[in-house]
C-alpha cells in the first residue's frame, strides 16, 4: 500500500542506528501495553465507584426502610398505649421514642443529600414527641378526654406526615437506586468498549509499527541479498537502490563498492584472459594439439621426465626435394613447403596423431600419447593416415604443376610399432617433448627405403592392420643397429577402399594421368574411350618414329 511505504521509506530515512530504531519500537510497543493497562486500571476504578455508590444507595434505602418500620411501629404503639391509659404501658410507649430520635439522628449521616426532606421529617418529628409527650402528661393527670382530643386534632395529622416523609424518603431512594444501576449498566458496556476499541487500536498500531520497523530492515536485506546473489552468478552491473540511512545504508554502500571494483577487476581479468588466450592461442601452434591440452587441463606436468611405451612412429619427407630447392626461389620453396606441410598437418591432426616436429621438409608424427586408443587402433589410425595422405599429395602433385612446378617432389613415408621413450627432454629451462628409441630410427630407415610416393611399414605395424589394410610383402632390408634383416611391406589401400576401387582405373606418372569409373561410364561413351585410347596408342607409336627433333611437338595429354 502506497501509505504503508511512505511510512517504511519514512523510517528507513531516519539517520539512527538499527539498534535504536529496535529500541524505539520495543519501547512504544511497552508504552501501548501500558496504556492498555492503564485504561482499564481506569475502567476498574470507575467501576468500583459506582459499585460504592449503588452500595451507600442500598444503605441508605435500607434506613430508609427502617425508619419507616420504625415510625409506624411507633405510631401504632403510642396510640394502643393512649387507649389503654396505662401507666406502664405508657412509659414503654415513650421510651423507644427516644430511641427513634437517636435513628433519626443516624439517618442523617446516611442520607446527606436529602437534608431538606430529613429536616422536615426532623422538625416534625420533634413536634410529634413533643405532643405526644404532652398526651402521655394529661393521661397521668387524669384529663384522658383532653389527651384523646389532642391525639385526634394533633397526633393523628403530624403521625400521618411523618408516614408520607418516610414514604418519600424511601420512594427517592428506591429511584435513586434504579438510576443507579442504569447508569452503572451504561457506564459498564461503554467502559467495554472503550476498553476494546483501545485495546484494538493499540494492536493495530504495534502490528504496524512492528511491519514498518520490520521491513524497514528485511527490504534492504533482500535487495542486498538479491545484489550478492547476482554477483555470485556473475553479473556486476547491478546495483542496490537502499534508501536507509542506518547500517543497512551502509552496508548497501559497500555492497555497491564492492560489485563496481570486482566490475572492474572482471574487466581488467577479461583484457588479461583475451590477452592470454590470444598468447596462448600463439604457443599453441608451436606444440602438438594433444600435448598442448593435457598441459593446459593439468594431465601432465611439465617436468623433465620420461616413460617406456609402445607407439606407432609415422615418418616421411619429400624425395626429390633437393632438387626442388635449386629450382625454385627461396618465396617460391617457401610456399610450397608450408603448403605441403599444412596440408598434412590438417590430416594428422584428423587421425589423432601427435605431431613431433618438422625438419625441413620431414614429417615426424607418431600414435599412442598422450591420448591412446590402444596399440592396434594406434596401427590403424596411423596407417589410415599415411593412405590419405598418400591421395592427397597426388592431389597436391597437379596443383604445383599447374603453379609452375615441373617437377614437384613426391612423399617417402616409413611406419614402425615399438616401444620408445616418450616424454620430456632438456632442462628445467627448456624442454622438448620427444620420442627416442630404436624404433624411431626404424621408421626413419623404412621411410628411406619406400619407393617415392609408396608408405613402407615394419612386420610389427603389418601383424596390427592387416585386418583392414591390403599391403604387399617387400624384400628385407638391413638397418643399422639392428642385427637382423628388418621385413618389410608396402601399404596398397584399406579393403574397403580396394572394394570400391575395382569399378576404377586410375594411373598417373610425370607426363600422363588416367581416371576411368567404368560403373559410372555408360556403353556409348565406353565405346567413345575405347577410340580415343586406341587414337591415343597410335599417335604415341608413330611420334616416336616421325618426330623431329628440330620441330617443336606439342605434347598431348590423355
Known amino acids: 500500500m502506497p501509505l504503508m511505504a511512505g511510512l517504511i521509506s519514512s523510517v528507513a530515512r531516519v539517520p539512527v542506528r538499527v539498534q535504536t530504531k529496535l529500541l524505539v519500537a520495543f519501547l512504544t510497543i511497552a508504552m501501548l501495553l501500558v496504556s492498555v493497562g492503564a485504561v482499564g486500571l481506569g475502567v476498574l476504578t470507575g467501576v468500583n465507584e459506582r459499585t460504592e455508590k449503588l452500595i451507600k444507595l442500598q444503605r441508605k434505602m435500607e434506613a430508609y426502610h427502617q425508619v419507616q418500620h420504625d415510625t409506624t411501629t411507633q405510631l401504632y404503639s403510642v396510640t394502643s398505649a393512649l387507649l389503654s391509659a396505662d401507666d406502664p404501658t405508657l412509659s414503654n410507649a415513650l421510651r423507644p421514642l427516644s430511641q427513634f430520635g437517636y435513628d433519626v439522628e443516624r439517618l442523617q449521616f446516611v442520607a446527606k443529600d436529602e437534608v431538606e426532606l430529613l429536616s422536615q421529617f426532623r ?30 386534632v394533633q397526633v393523628a395529622p403530624l403521625a400521618d406526615r411523618l408516614e408520607r416523609l418516610t414514604n418519600q424518603l424511601v420512594n427517592k431512594a428506591e429511584a435513586d437506586m434504579v438510576v443507579g444501576i442504569e447508569t452503572s449498566k451504561r457506564a459498564y458496556e461503554s467502559s467495554q468498549w472503550f476498553v476494546m476499541a483501545f485495546a484494538v487500536g ?75 588466450e590470444q598468447l596462448s592461442s600463439q604457443l599453441a601452434k608451436y606444440l602438438s594439439p594433444q600435448v598442448y591440452e593435457s598441459i593446459f587441463t593439468g594431465r601432465s606436468k611439465v617436468a623433465v621426465a620420461s616413460r617406456r611405451k609402445k607407439l606407432t612412429i609415422f615418418f616421411a619427407d619429400l624425395e626429390g626435394f633437393t632438387e626442388t630447392t635449386e629450382r625454385l626461389e627461396s618465396e617460391d620453396l617457401t610456399q610450397l613447403l608450408n603448403h605441403y606441410l599444412t596440408e598434412m598437418s590438417k590430416i594428422a591432426l584428423q587421425f589423432g596423431g601427435t605431431i613431433d616436429k618438422y625438419v625441413g621438409d620431414a614429417i615426424l608424427i607418431f600414435f599412442g600419447d598422450p591420448e591412446t586408443k590402444g596399440v592396434k587402433a594406434d596401427a590403424i589410425a596411423c596407417v589410415k593416415m599415411a593412405i590419405v595422405m598418400s591421395k592427397r599429395m597426388r592431389e597436391l602433385d597437379s596443383v604445383w604443376r599447374a603453379s609452375g612446378i615441373e617437377k614437384p617432389p613426391r612423399c ?50 603389418y601383424a596390427l592392420v592387416r585386418d583392414e589394410v591390403y599391403c604387399e610383402e617387400q624384400a628385407h632390408i638391413n638397418v643399422k643397429g639392428i642385427s637382423h634383416a628388418v621385413a618389410t611391406y608396402q601399404v596398397i589401400d584399406l579393403y574397403d577402399n580396394l572394394a570400391k576401387s575395382r569399378d576404377l582405373i586410375h594411373e598417373e606418372s610425370a607426363r600422363l594421368k588416367l581416371d576411368i569409373d567404368l560403373k559410372a561410364i555408360s ?36
Open 123 to 152: 422538625q416534625d418529628y420533634d413536634q410529634f414527641v413533643e405532643i405526644v409527650t404532652h398526651v402521655v402528661e394529661l393521661v397521668r393527670a387524669g384529663n384522658p378526654s383532653e389527651a384523646r382530643q389532642i391525639q385526634a
Open 412 to 461: 617417402r613415408t616409413g611406419i614402425n610399432t615399438g616401444f620408445c621413450t616418450v616424454g620430456n627432454f632438456g632442462s628445467e629451462e627448456r624442454m622438448d617433448y620427444t620420442i627416442i628409441g630404436s624404433g624411431v630410427n626404424l621408421a626413419c630407415r623404412l621411410e628411406q627405403a619406400a619407393p617415392p610416393g609408396e608408405i613402407l611399414i615394419s612386420y610389427e605395424t
Open 523 to 558: 556403353t556409348k561413351e565406353r565405346s567413345e574411350a575405347v577410340t580415343v585410347l586406341q587414337r591415343a596408342v597410335d599417335r604415341l607409336s608413330r611420334a616416336g618414329e616421325s618426330a623431329d627433333p628440330t620441330i617443336p611437338v606439342k605434347k598431348d595429354r590423355a
Open 202 to 276: 493499540s494492536i493495530v498500531l504495534a502490528l504496524a509499527l512492528g511491519y514498518t520497523i520490520s521491513w524497514s530492515l528485511v527490504g534492504p536485506v533482500k535487495e542486498i541479498e538479491s545484489e550478492l546473489s547476482q554477483i555470485a552468478a556473475g553479473n556486476f552491473t547491478q546495483r542496490v537502490e537502499v534508501t536507509n540511512r542506518d547500517e543497512l545504508g551502509a552496508l548497501a554502500a559497500n555492497v555497491n563498492k564492492m560489485a563496481e571494483g570486482l566490475k572492474q577487476r572482471d574487466e581488467e581479468l577479461a583484457i588479461k584472459t583475451n590477452a592470454l
